[in-house]
C-alpha cells in the first residue's frame, strides 16, 4: 500500500510562485511513477506532470518552461515546483502514485492552488 499527503497549496498573484509537497508512506519502494494532476471546475482531471523511478520527467505543454518536478534521493517526497504562475493554472493539484506490478494507482486528497490575476 501506498499513502500520499499533498501541501503547499494557496493564493498567489500572477507571476509568482509556489512548491507543492507530496508526502509517501507505505511500499515506497514499489513506485514505478509519480505524477502531479489538476482539475479546474468544470473541467476534467490531467496530468501536469509525472516523473519515473529512473527519473524521466515530462510535463504538459502547458507547463513547460514554468513547472518542474523532482523528489527527494529516498523517495519519501514528491515536489512539484510552480514558477511564473498564471490565473490559468487555479485547480486542485492531486498527488498520484502509480506502483506494484500492476500499476495500481492511489490520489492524494488534493491542494487548491488559487492564482489572482
Known amino acids: 500500500q501506498v499513502q500520499l499527503v499533498e501541501s503547499g497549496g494557496g493564493l498567489v498573484q500572477a507571476g509568482g510562485s509556489l512548491r507543492l509537497s507530496c508526502a509517501v508512506s507505505?511500499?515506497?519502494?514499489?513506485?514505478?511513477?509519480m505524477g502531479w494532476y489538476r482539475q479546474a471546475p468544470g473541467k476534467q482531471r490531467e496530468l501536469v506532470a509525472a516523473?519515473?523511478?529512473?527519473?524521466?520527467?515530462r510535463y504538459a505543454d502547458s507547463v513547460k518552461g514554468r513547472f518542474t518536478i523532482s523528489r527527494d534521493i529516498a523517495g519519501n517526497t514528491t515536489y512539484l515546483q510552480m514558477n511564473s504562475l498564471k490565473p490559468e493554472d487555479t485547480a486542485v493539484y492531486y498527488c498520484?502514485?502509480?506502483?506494484?506490478?500492476?500499476?495500481?494507482?492511489?490520489w492524494g486528497q488534493g491542494t487548491q492552488v488559487t492564482v489572482s490575476s
Open positions: 516523473i519515473t523511478s529512473g527519473g524521466t520527467t
Open positions: 507505505g511500499s515506497i519502494f514499489s513506485i514505478n511513477a
Open positions: 498520484a502514485a502509480d506502483w506494484g506490478p500492476i500499476a495500481t494507482i492511489t
